[in-house]
């Protein structure tokens, strides 16, 4: 079962910030934060992931609270290519614990 | 480039047919995956297998066999289609197996039943 909690949905307006949040309060120490999104009908796109500190690439940028309980994916300037649903994964290490395991996700519906 | 591709892209059979799905990466990567995602979206592991290891989810039918040519290659073949196997299935592949490292996803299979 996945261990992170989403919204189901969320809409944006176009140009603005999407704050997409995520709770995952049972995450352990060596576990990783990941976020994927799924466009209509595509395979799911890895976007930036994480473990203890805040990260920011090219596409977005991930917030971690200190206690790592929950963590917030920012698309800075939303546009409507980026309407998707995005999951929020927390990922182990070695093994099976190393697998991607998806949840339900938030679609983010971003609007002109 | 196509960094993860499969054949075919769509795939339409008969309850009791026996099909394969192929799967390769050009990215050097050691570990591949296939998923599973049904009509209510959920995207499920059914397997992931480096040249070490094999795991299998539990919970996939063993009508459901991964092969591996080479580790550029997992194709996956299902016995005795059902109908309920009607789904989208991705392969994806990672360098590794480990937390960090990134998986790649293929375009997807629509397998439909009839």
């Known amino acids: 079962d996945a261990k992170t909690t989403q919204p189901p949905s969320m809409d944006c307006a176009e140009g603005r910030a999407a704050n997409l949040p995520c709770n995952h309060s049972?995450?352990?120490?060596?576990?990783?934060v990941y976020w994927y999104r799924q466009i209509h009908s595509q395979g799911p796109q890895y976007i930036i992931h994480g473990l203890k500190n805040n990260e920011t690439n090219e596409m977005a940028s991930l917030i971690i609270t200190e206690d790592r309980k929950s963590s917030t994916l920012i698309l800075p300037h939303a546009t409507l290519r980026d309407t998707a649903v995005y999951y929020c994964i927390v990922r182990g290490v070695g093994g099976s614990q190393g697998n991607l395991i998806f949840g339900k996700g938030t679609k983010l519906s971003v609007k002109p | 480039d196509t960094a993860v591709s499969q054949t075919p892209k769509y795939l339409v059979t008969q309850m009791g047919n026996d099909k394969s799905i192929k799967c390769e990466q050009n990215?050097?990567?050691?570990?591949m995956y296939w998923y599973k995602q049904d009509s209510k979206k959920f995207l499920k592991i059914m397997f992931s297998?480096?040249?070490?290891?094999?795991?299998i989810n539990e919970t996939v039918p063993n009508r459901f066999s991964p092969k591996s040519p080479d580790k550029a290659h997992l194709n996956l073949h299902i016995n005795s289609l059902e109908l309920g196997d009607s789904a989208v299935y991705f392969c994806?592949?990672?360098?590794?197996?480990?937390?960090?490292?990134?998986?790649?996803f293929g375009p997807g299979t629509r397998l439909l039943v009839l």
């Open positions: 990215l050097g990567h050691d570990t």
């Open positions: 297998y480096n040249n070490k290891e094999l795991i």
């Open positions: 049972t995450i352990s120490g060596n576990e990783y």
């Open positions: 994806a592949s990672s360098q590794g197996g480990l937390a960090g490292e990134t998986q790649y």
